[in-house]
């Protein structure tokens, strides 16, 4: 096993694909760049993660030697730099309701979690026409260079986004197959889980193209696409697999509810004025796409008639890079920025309020106050 979690296959596949793996901290988790709360949890989750994927290319390989290339992709989006802030949230809470952080099953539950956010990236770059992630090609744009590479026959985008859809599946079916055989508590909760982000990615899809800027729907998309998949959830399974679901399901859904909110919100802000050097995606991505955020959303209703025609501009998808500094500058002037950045305070104080008075293990409750902090006020 390479140092950087990648089997020595992958590596020749991923140079294959055009992934840079000169760029070492872009290809694993970086400690340097996490707090304490997810660091300290993420060698076995990571470990598993990399036991299911090299059982399963093992297994299919010895069907047909190209199926290697749709698994060492997964496994490349997977170790390409992701936080893992889905499964920290998940971890804290199971040992904050007692549970056994150490058992396998609690350790899959994470893996599985993980899994299911990369079936979600792959699906969300075809479906947002994202020819990268994470700095390095997304799935469906080094298919496509393959493709071209190879001079197959048909079209090579076709082609690409085929692959990456399959790909995605293995990784949703992969998730399922570590978190089966559970309580009712747990499957409940995660089939709600997986409903709720497909919902949310609809109607995400949906406003893209009614260019519907308005502030209730792009809560119920933030709500659905992304908060109670990325934090309430996760904080509901850990209780859940601890045993101890009904007890704190109150306490972790008033907690985790503003979280989430604020986790999307300052992804919103990110995606608009991150640095891509940071954030690993295009500057004005979001804006070309047309996301229905809830900071687009509030630069409508402060525009006057001038910035309304600026912001129209919002969904081309060939906004020159002067469009898109003129957006920024709109929401800026609008007081969009700051409204956000406001409320991002406001629901991070009142999840943290509600934290204070859980009745948690002690360190579990320092860890979910770090990383409430963390995806709040994160710069990347």
């Not at 056994?100 to 479906?127: C, G, K, P, Q």
Request: charged share 25%.
């Amino acid at each position: 096993m390479a140092g950087n979690g990648f089997s020595e296959g992958s590596l020749a596949s991923c140079a294959l694909h055009g992934v840079n793996m000169t760029k070492k901290q872009n290809m694993s988790f970086d400690p340097l760049r996490n707090p304490p709360a997810i660091v300290d949890i993420v060698a076995p989750i990571d470990k598993r993660l990399i036991e299911v994927l090299n059982a399963e290319r093992a297994r299919w390989v010895s069907v047909d030697a190209s199926l290697t290339d749709p698994f060492d992709s997964l496994e490349a989006l997977i170790f390409s730099g992701g936080k893992r802030i889905r499964p920290a949230f998940f971890h804290w809470a199971h040992v904050g309701a007692g549970g056994d952080s150490d058992s396998a099953i609690a350790i899959d539950a994470a893996a599985a979690i993980e899994m299911l956010h990369a079936f979600a990236l792959a699906h969300d770059d075809v479906m947002d026409h994202s020819s990268s992630r994470r700095g390095e090609p997304s799935i469906w744009q080094r298919f496509s260079t393959l493709h071209v590479d190879n001079g197959w026959e048909g079209n090579a985008r076709d082609f690409g986004e085929a692959v990456a859809i399959l790909v995605g599946d293995l990784a949703h079916v992969i998730a399922d197959s570590l978190i089966r055989d559970l309580s009712p508590d747990v499957s409940d909760i995660w089939n709600e889980l997986r409903l709720e982000v497909n919902v949310g990615q609809y109607l995400d899809v949906l406003s893209g193209v009614t260019r519907n800027f308005n502030q209730e729907g792009a809560r119920t998309i933030l709500e659905y696409k992304t908060g109670r998949y990325s934090v309430q959830r996760p904080l509901h399974l850990g209780a859940a697999i601890a045993g101890r679901y009904n007890e704190f399901v109150e306490s972790f859904t008033a907690f985790g509810q503003p979280v989430g909110v604020a986790f999307q919100l300052r992804d919103d802000l990110l995606g608009v004025f991150g640095n891509e050097a940071e954030t690993g995606k295009p500057v004005g991505d979001d804006l070309r796409e047309g996301k229905p955020t809830s900071l687009v959303a509030a630069a409508y209703e402060k525009a006057n008639a001038e910035q309304l025609k600026v912001l129209s501009l919002i969904g081309s998808s060939n906004l020159t890079d002067g469009d898109v500094a003129n957006i920024q500058d709109v929401i800026i002037k609008t007081g969009a920025e700051q409204i956000i950045e406001a409320e991002i305070r406001e629901l991070t104080d009142r999840a943290l309020t509600e934290l204070d008075s859980s009745s948690l293990e002690t360190k579990a409750l320092g860890a979910l106050r770090e990383l409430a902090l963390f995806v709040a006020y994160r710069s990347y």
